[in-house]
């Protein structure tokens, strides 16, 4: 029996049972031997008795479509089927047919459900619905994230005793009671005390000396002028490391905490920082103290060691995209002031923009360059030569600082990525009314924009024109089609499962979800860039449904942090970071969990196949 | 010592009503389809290889049902040898038994009941069927002048027919040897796990995957008969 045993734990979820319930799995088990070609299961045939694990050999998992029998998965030795008829008592929805002689172990369905009942990591795993088990293979991740800094709530953290000053009080008298009760920020609040709304803000020790001090005013200056109002605040519910990378954007210390409403407490980074040692906030920080270009050398490298550190403990993907958004918007800031103070002031506002995957705050531990700028329309005819020289020397840099070039050249030293306000609305309006291939590949990079820098508010010129994309039918289908082109690799899995067959996890894997995201998004006129939040925000108005924006949104993260795990490997080993992955070489929950993904990708493709109506376009 | 004799003629002549009803069968039908019928896998230790010198020290065995092999049916049991008998070290290093462990053992005659159970109404299935089939015949027919009923297969014997139709068929080349014999040779060289020390039980079930292995081909049509695999593979 040690045999079977030992063979389950190699696999999930049996690795998580203890080594009573695998030996009890085991000595119930039945075996089973089948010759190639012969069908185990039969779609809309009698419902599985057993759970089926492929001991030896291999299977085919086939689905009819129309008059086409297409084998969309194939399973090999530690991976399970049966399942879903298994658990619901009903029909088999796909075929399983043994694709060589196969040896399989097969669970009774009393043990199977028995040990469900016992078990959850089990009754996770076969979960009968595709969704549930992505979704329940993150919370498991997620489970065993860092505890200090993925675990903790701001409501843990809150210590201090607050203290309250009215607006109309002085300067004076909030700096007497800061230095009488040894603490560095108050509350600032009229009756009804501690209830957050509009007139709740805050005062700290930096605003006494930057808002006051510094700026001359005297002693008996009322709270409410020189105060934050209202104050950003975040429920004791929030994570702590919500709440630190929240003061990383805002470039914030203190953060009022409430608890339905009230104010309960105040929360400062430090009390954050207390509880680990690996701070994504000392980027920035170091990006304001480096004298000169020389110290932000390795920056990049700093920047993907923080991500790395973020990967180990566990951090979700949209989070790990903040830090480095932070860190990243942080050093472009810094170049662009330092240039703006060398070659002078600009002849007019403009913005600086990233784009493509910095401008969805999906970067990874390389980023190529991907940016644009847009100056104002009213501008004299010098500030052509004005922009032109502070990008080229913005994209110097950059690649200074370990930014690569762009290889397709969309950066802003090009000059048509370099232009006024006017003629990017009519870039981005032609665009949408002529979609073409070259339009549409423009647009899935530049719509997903987002300004770092500079006074030009970018968003209110152009969101008004992509909004114009959402009801715009030709455009939309087109772009759906474009959105279809790549498939998930699902067909290759049987060869995959044979020799080492490499799979591209970017173009074949999180790429198709950006574009599906990017699809959804514009057609229910939202703003968002981020794939996340566009999938989370568009599912009421789009063409998708609740359970499928959320089983994209799990396929993306998943995908995601297996490309950057991948990644994480390859830097470790001194390698360029590249998006191939060998499949064979992937641990069996890696390849479970990827093989799933793409299987939902796939799905949500062919329905927007079927909305769009895909296959009729000329 | 007259006692004992006496004693043993007696049991001879009065065969247990367990070893009477197993006989009677009935047996599988030979025109139904081999996965229809239920099977025994067994295997035995003895203290050696000659059924009229050496012993049984243990008996494994395992059932296997609508061609599926029934972990839940596993069954082992060591075996007292009779009172004098040493076990040779020879032996007891293979099988890891020690004597204290065969000396606490069951009888054959405690044993017997279980055993008849395990193997009644169905067709058994051993690999080289002459040792066991011939330590557990001695076994019966000494202590009750039984002997074993019922169709036998014998997993060796189908391996040598398997190669045989391999060679008439051209799959391999005909001055391929035959397979080693050897169990667990056989079983790894059909890519087929082999269950860990060798013990009777163990070696029960890497016969019992063995013998689907070689059914599953001896089946490409679904159609193979009981009668037929007899015919392959019977003793």
Known sequence: ?????????????????????????????????????????????????????????????????????????????????????????????????????????MLPSELFHRLREENPAFHRFFAAVAFDRLGFALKVRQDRADPALFQTRL??????????????????????LMSKEGISCLLVDLPPIGILDHNTGIITDRDLRNRVLAAGLPADTLVREVMTAPALSLSTESLAFEGLLLMLERGIHHLPISEQGVVVGMVTNTDILRRQSRSPVFLPRQVDRATGLDELRNYTDQ????????????ARIADIGRVVAVAHDALHRRLLRDIEMEIGPPPVPYAWVVLGSEGRLEQTLRTDQDNALIYADDAPPEAAAYFRKLAHMMVEQLVACGFPRCPGDVMATNPQWCQPLASWQAMFRRWIDVPEEEALLRSSIFFDYRQLYGDLDAEAGLRPVIARSQGNTIFLARLARAALRATPPLTFFRSVALDDERIDLKTRGTAMVVDLARLFALEAGRTETGTLSRLQASWPTASVSQAAAEGLAD???????????????????????????????????????????????????????????????? | MVFLRNWDLFRKR???????????????????????ASYVVLDVETSGLDPRRDVLLAIGLVGIEGGRIRLDTCWRTLVRPPEGFLVDASSIRIHNLTRAEVAEAPTFDAVLPSLIDHLARRILVVHVSQVDVGFLNRALRTNYGGRLAGPIIDTARLAMRLHDRAQILGEIAHEQPAPAIQLRALATSMGLPVFGEHDALNDALTTAQLFLAQAARLDPKGNLSIKSLLRSGGV
Not at chain 2, 15 to 31: K, N
Request: aromatic share 8%; proline share 7%.
């Open chain 2, 14 to 36: 009065e065969r247990p009503a367990v070893l009477q009803a197993y006989e009677a069968g009935p047996w599988p039908d030979p025109r139904s389809h081999w996965r229809d």
């Open chain 1, 1 to 105: 029996m040690e045999e079977i045993t030992s063979f389950l734990t190699g696999y999930p979820p049996f690795d998580q049972l203890p080594p009573q319930a695998v030996t009890r799995a085991a000595r119930g088990m039945q075996i089973e031997y089948f010759t190639a070609g012969q069908t185990i299961l039969e779609f809309g045939g009698a419902p599985a008795k057993f759970l089926y694990i492929v001991r030896k050999g291999g299977v085919d998992l086939l689905r009819e479509t129309g008059s086409e029998i297409e084998i969309f998965d194939t399973l090999g030795p530690g991976e399970a089927f049966g399942y879903p008829s298994l658990i619901r008592d009903q029909a088999p929805a796909v075929t399983v047919r043994a694709h060589t002689e196969t040896l399989a172990y």
């Open chain 1, 303 to 314: 920047v993907a060691m923080t991500v790395s550190g973020l990967l180990d403990a566990g």
């Open chain 1, 155 to 176: 409501g843990d953290l809150v210590r201090r005793s607050l203290m309250v000053i009215s607006p109309d009080a002085t300067v004076r008298e909030a700096a007497q």
């Open chain 1, 555 to 618: 396929a993306f993260e998943l995908l995601s942090l297996l490309r950057l795990r991948h990644q994480q490997q390859q830097i470790a080993r001194g390698e360029e970071p590249t998006n191939l992955v060998v499949f064979p070489q992937l641990s069996p929950l890696e390849r479970r969990e990827l093989k799933e993904s793409l299987q939902i990708i796939a799905r949500i493709q062919r329905s927007v196949a079927m909305t769009y109506q895909t296959g009729r376009l000329g």
